[in-house]
């Protein structure tokens, strides 16, 4: 029997906006089910978020080994966070994660090949995350996994559904709202998916 498919969102949280140039933070990924979003047994938020990968790196071996540097707007805006982002995020820890191993990690997520057991790979914008994530790969010497053609952007993902509405793409059901901790990509990727689901469930 063949094993159904699943779909892959990602997102990066950095220090600064050059995607070839600065540091990354962190990384947070989820699989997921498009079908199951109009299942009898739809998505709940929290079960999303807890079922969120996150990674986050040792931003001074980025610094030092590869070059990659620290805008310190971008470190400022991070300073000013909710705590619970910036403990998350911000905060160096002794078990941050260098990036070759990170790599390597990353390219163990498929059984056999992104393109084999991914249905489609969404970020929010495909003009930040995946550059950024060939842009990582390259620094040690390796090539983004991820075939481009299987990159889908959330955003206009959600404009397309919510087409002829005042809807924003950024908008966040009334079920979570007080939950959603926002700029805390595990709470990112998964509003991404629940908000996807939101919409086509009223539409179905």
Request: hydrophobic share 35%.
């Amino acid at each position: 029997m063949e094993m159904k498919k699943k779909s892959l969102i990602y997102d990066f949280e950095t220090l600064g906006g050059l995607v070839f140039e600065h540091a990354a933070l962190c990384i947070a990924w989820l699989e997921f089910e498009e079908e199951k979003m109009l299942s009898s047994e739809p998505y709940n938020f929290e079960t999303l978020v807890n079922s969120v990968k996150f990674c986050k790196f040792d931003v001074t071996d980025q610094v030092k080994n590869y070059g990659r540097k620290i805008d310190k707007s971008t470190l400022t805006w991070w300073s000013e966070q909710d705590i619970r982002v910036k403990s998350r995020v911000l905060t160096v820890k002794e078990d941050d994660v260098p990036l070759e191993e990170f790599i390597i990690g990353f390219e163990n997520i498929p059984r056999n090949s992104f393109a084999e057991d991914y249905d489609n790979v969404y970020c929010r914008g495909t003009d930040f995350d995946p550059p950024l994530l060939t842009s990582l790969f390259n620094n040690v010497g390796k090539k983004n996994p991820i075939p481009y053609w299987m990159n889908r952007d959330t955003r206009s993902y959600i404009d397309g559904l919510t087409y002829g509405s005042k809807i924003k793409n950024t908008f966040i059901p009334e079920d979570v709202k007080g939950i959603f901790i926002e700029h805390d990509p595990s709470h990112d990727i998964a509003m991404d998916v629940y908000r996807i689901q939101h919409i086509k469930r009223i539409l179905k």
